[in-house]
Structures are given as C-alpha cells and as structure tokens.
C-alpha cells in the first residue's frame, strides 16, 4: 500500500510536447544553462550525432542557400523585366514616330522579328473603302477576312499557337508552309476588327497556346491608336478612267 502512494507522489515525466512547449516560452533557457546546450546531441542521418549548436548552423547555412537562390531568382526576373521594358520602350516610340504605314511595317518588322525572334512579321488592314497601296502592309475585305480568320480576330487580345494551312497561307502566302507557330494581335476600333498583326515562326513551340501575351497586347492598344492616323495619311491609288 505504502510503495503505491509513494509512486503515485512521484512527479510525471514531462511529453516531448510539454518540454518544446515549455522551451518555446523560455528562450532564455539556454542562456541560463549554456553547460545542457554544449550537451545535447542530436542523431544525424548522415553520419554521428551533432550539438545543437551545429545543427541550428547547419540549418542556418540551409537557410541561406534557399534565400540566395529566391534572391538570384528575384535578380534575373528583374533583369529580363528591365530587357522586356526596354524592348517595348524602342517598339513603341519607332510605332509613334513613323510618319506612314511603309515606316510602320519596317518598324515592326525590325522590332518583332528581332526582338522576339519571329521569322515573319504580317500586317493586315480591313479596308473594304478606299483603295491604296502601302508597302509591307496588305489591304484586306472584311468578308473574306472574316471568314477565314474571323474566329482568332474577334476579340481584342492576343491568341498564340498552331493554325491551318488555309489560316496560315492567308496571313502570310509566302513560305506559309514552313510556319510552325504564329501570334496574332488583334487591332479593335469601337469594338470592331480593322486589322490584325500577325507574327510567324518556324519553330513550333515558339509561339506556342500558352505563351503569355501582355506584351503582344499593349502592342496591340498602341497600333489601333496609331493606324487611323496613318490611314489618313495613305494616298489613295488613282483609277484610269476608260
């Protein structure tokens, strides 16, 4: 009876909850007791038991790691960020700068097909109207626009991805069938298309369905306010009377 109530007067073994519980409240432990933390030894998977000490260091030290790669990452999206601006920053200065549409399609052909690598660059006009001749940029009807491309041009946003022979050999005749990939920006007036800008590459997966447009779609905005200005500008073809 004796030897019951003495084992019961014995205090509980703390839980391992209870001794992390009780350490999180007392930071100050094992400044107050430096003699257990240069005692305590912790299994290591790779090799021998280590200190406290040389585990929090080994954790530091992984802890560095990881936020020297989010900062290494941090650094090049910011640096492809700043390579993106400035590559839009010349784009869109050459496009409101250019004084007809012949300096227009030499602008984009220069900036896109270099800068984002395109193999072809295409822009299109619906103009069912007047008649005028500009270089590098093709006067197209409306109807027949509409019905081969109408179902990729009737929004203003950016679409990316593979298209038909027949979409293709529309948007770009020559060399159409070497087309792997193509980008179509949309150019949206009162929420009608009056023309669209085609890019084209060779390579497939350039350009591919899942490829981000914001960039293609501000160039988009900047073009559908240059174009009427430009159009203005083109002298229409003069018509021999019979």
Request: charged share 25%; hydrophobic share 45%; proline share 4%.
């Amino acid at each position: 009876m004796s030897r019951k109530v003495q084992t019961s007067l014995l205090p509980e073994t703390p839980t391992a909850e209870q001794v992390a519980d009780y350490l999180r409240e007392h930071p100050e432990f094992f400044v107050d007791h430096p003699a257990v933390l240069e005692e305590l030894r912790i299994p290591h998977a790779c090799g021998p038991a280590i200190s406290l000490v040389e585990r929090q260091l080994h954790l530091l030290r992984e802890r560095n790691g990881a936020l020297s790669h989010r900062l290494d990452e941090m650094i090049d999206t910011a640096r492809e960020n700043d390579l993106i601006f400035e590559k839009t920053r010349r784009l869109v200065l050459g496009v409101l700068q250019s004084a007809s549409l012949e300096e227009l399609a030499r602008v984009l052909d220069r900036h896109l097909c270099f800068e984002l690598r395109a193999d072809r660059c295409e822009l299109l006009i619906i103009d069912d109207e007047d008649a005028w001749v500009a270089a590098g940029v093709r006067r197209v009807e409306r109807n027949e626009a509409m019905s081969i491309i109408g179902s990729l041009v009737d929004s203003r946003w950016a679409v990316c991805g593979e298209l038909s022979d027949e979409e293709k050999y529309y948007l770009f005749i020559h060399d159409c069938h070497r087309i792997g990939s193509v980008a179509l920006v949309p150019l949206m007036v009162n929420n009608v298309t009056v023309g669209v800008l085609a890019m084209g590459s060779y390579d497939r997966q350039l350009f591919h369905s899942s490829l981000g447009t914001l960039f293609l779609d501000y160039v988009g905005e900047v073009l559908t306010l240059t174009l009427p200005r430009l159009l203005d500008a083109v002298p229409p073809v003069a018509v021999n009377a019979e």
